[in-house]
């Protein structure tokens, strides 16, 4: 793959690579997000953040939180399948935002960025509540796929509270063990929710755990998924990696 943009702060090492089309961004060799121009499947991990939302009308969704932008892999398929009113995006990481706006060019989506502690901008919000939030919060320091921050109690309330009535959370975590140690994995995390969702996909470790506050089901998605023509012609068909189990 050519190397077309690398940078080093902190100790981190920060490289894009061009895969065809395809723009691959790594930080200590490990992958964090992935943007194609023309394609809203990447056939991972970052199809599996934004999937959940099809277990509902995506004409709910209204207002969209991205906390962790990375280089924005969730974007372009948030405005496209969604198209909310208001989209934002938090990320901590300088060079990850630099990365999303000039050379992945997000902000042609229409999404307002901050640089920023994604936890600390959202205790600090006075806002109206978001219909969807999208939780992925990695450290670009590790050498591992690991959440940067702890999946707690008090974090947990705190998205709780900034979601609407009506609304979905989206979590990333490393693998399924991560999760399970987690108190995101025990009953108390379901307050006010009504269905929880476990997805994954052949060629990452990661859990991401969904959460709605209306009742849902697994074939709705599948349902949504095959009525959407961006996701049911052949080539998306193909292309789309995952697995769904209801928990709750």
């Keep these: 793959m050519a190397l077309i943009w690398k940078a080093e702060q902190d100790g981190v090492r920060y490289e894009v690579r061009r895969a065809g089309q395809t ?29 959940p939302a099809l277990l509902h009308e995506p004409a709910r969704f209204r207002r969209v939180l991205v906390l962790g932008l ?21 990320e901590l990481d300088g060079a990850h935002l630099q990365v999303a706006r000039d050379v992945f060019g997000i902000e042609a989506f229409g999404v307002e960025t ?19 939030i ?36 989206i979590m990333n975590f490393g693998d399924w063990q991560e999760y399970r140690d987690s108190p995101a994995s025990g009953r108390r995390a379901m307050k006010s929710f009504s269905s929880r969702f476990r ?18 089901r697994s074939i709705h998605l599948r349902r949504r998924l095959a009525a959407t023509p961006a996701l049911s012609h052949a080539k ?13």
């Excluded at 919060?137 to 009535?165: G, H, I, K, T, Y």
Aim: charged share 20%; glycine share 6%; aromatic share 8%.
């Design 134 to 169: 999208i939780e992925d919060l990695f450290a670009p320091s590790n050498e591992q796929v690991s959440r940067a921050v702890p999946a707690d109690a008090d974090w947990l309330a705190c998205l709780r509270d900034n979601l609407s009535a009506h609304g979905s959370l």
């Design 70 to 90: 990375g280089g924005g892999s969730l974007i372009p398929p948030i405005r496209k399948l969604l198209d909310p009113d208001v989209l934002v995006a938090v």
């Design 23 to 51: 723009l691959r961004l790594y930080a200590n060799g490990v992958q964090h997000s992935e943007f194609h121009p023309k394609r809203l499947l990447t056939g991972s991990v970052w199809d599996l953040l934004w999937l």
């Design 199 to 216: 997805l994954s996909c052949s060629d990452c470790h990661n859990a991401v755990i969904a959460f709605t506050r209306q009742s849902a």
């Design 114 to 132: 901050w640089q920023g502690d994604a936890q600390q901008w959202l205790r600090d919000y006075q806002g109206e509540a978001f219909d969807l």
């Design 236 to 248: 998306a068909v193909a292309r789309l990696d995952y697995h769904i189990r209801q928990l709750d």
